[in-house]
């Protein structure tokens, strides 16, 4: 078969990397480069991703297609650190004794939210779509706690959409982030960070697939027996972008699916803004969610600086267009 992939992010590389030893395939790509929102910026012989990223111990399937890329050895675990900046305060909320310090819960607060993270890891998320993260948060735990804990971190997310977003969103990501200890998060991460994932699938899929690099996919058409892209007849084609954005209108049948767009911000600084916390959540009035930091080794100019990835939400349209691209 002669296949198109539309979009050259991890889940288009991957569809290449598994397609193209039996098949004829053509992976388009808008952009200079490959890897989508875990491409990275160069800085002289230096690499960082353009946004943050970590994974997590059920990603299972990520594992094995870096153990067939054999880079399996360059995943390392480290101590993912939390909290909250709050009425002009960074609160770490790590270890008990940290979380029993946190003024804005009172006690009672805090064992039902604890109860509630021991729960999520073995609910059924199902019926929970039918129901508001808000509504559900207030049910099991009260008032309190959504406003001081989950509302922010909604908020941070999703601005004004944070009241649409339903249970079963909220319930899966408790579970997914409670591989936990008492200092921390468990994280794992790519030594030379994800674009060692990104080289090592490019390299493979350019053995056997055709990349256009800043060749996007401008027209889509269906015909009697297969499909055209850009003027190229195709068997199959699989879309790997938002579906909004893919052309010809061929999915116009389907119903609508709102988007929302993010903002973040990479900015390199000679010390520490977060007090030695990786994921710091605004509660405070800001205009970004949360502030991602952590340290890394630049090139002699900047040694031992620190990396900080902001992230800005639809309340800060004064920050829009201020991202770099590579």
């Not at 709102?258 to 205009?287: E, F, R």
């Amino acid at each position: 078969m002669r296949i198109c992939i539309i979009g050259g992010g991890l889940t288009g590389l991957t569809a290449a990397y598994h397609l193209g030893r039996k098949h004829e395939v053509d992976l388009y790509e808008k952009r200079s480069c490959l890897g989508g929102c875990i491409s990275s910026y160069e800085i002289g012989d230096y690499r960082i991703e353009e946004f943050y990223h970590h994974c997590f111990a059920g990603d299972s399937r990520l594992f094995s297609l870096m153990d067939s890329l054999r880079i399996a050895d360059r995943l390392e675990w480290l101590r993912g650190t939390s909290g909250y900046y709050a009425d002009g305060t960074v609160y770490p909320l790590n270890s008990p004794g940290e979380i029993l310090r946190y003024p804005l819960l009172t006690i009672p607060d805090k064992i039902r939210l604890a109860l509630l993270t021991m729960r999520a890891r073995k609910m059924d998320s199902t019926p929970l779509d039918r129901i508001t993260a808000r509504d559900f948060v207030v049910r099991e735990v009260g008032e309190r706690v959504y406003r001081s804990f989950f509302e922010p971190l909604l908020t941070s997310k999703f601005g004004d959409r944070r009241d649409d977003i339903s249970a079963a969103w909220l319930v899966s990501r408790i579970a997914i982030r409670s591989n936990r200890g008492l200092s921390g998060e468990r994280l794992g991460y790519l030594k030379g960070g994800f674009f060692t994932l990104i080289e090592a699938l490019s390299d493979e899929v350019g053995r056997h697939c055709v990349i256009r690099l800043q060749d996007p996919a401008t027209s889509l058409s269906r015909e009697p027996y297969g499909w055209r892209v850009n003027g190229q007849r195709y068997d199959a084609v699989i879309s790997t972008i938002p579906p909004h954005t893919v052309p010809g209108g061929v999915l116009s049948d389907l119903p609508g699916i709102p988007y929302q767009g993010a903002a973040c911000m990479l900015i390199s600084l000679d010390h520490d803004v977060t007090s030695g916390i990786y994921w710091l959540n605004m509660k405070d009035p800001a205009p970004y969610g949360a502030v991602v930091a952590q340290p890394t080794s630049f090139p002699s100019s900047a040694t031992g600086s620190t990396s900080c990835t902001w992230l800005p939400t639809s309340r800060t349209p004064s920050l829009q267009g201020k991202t770099r691209r590579c």
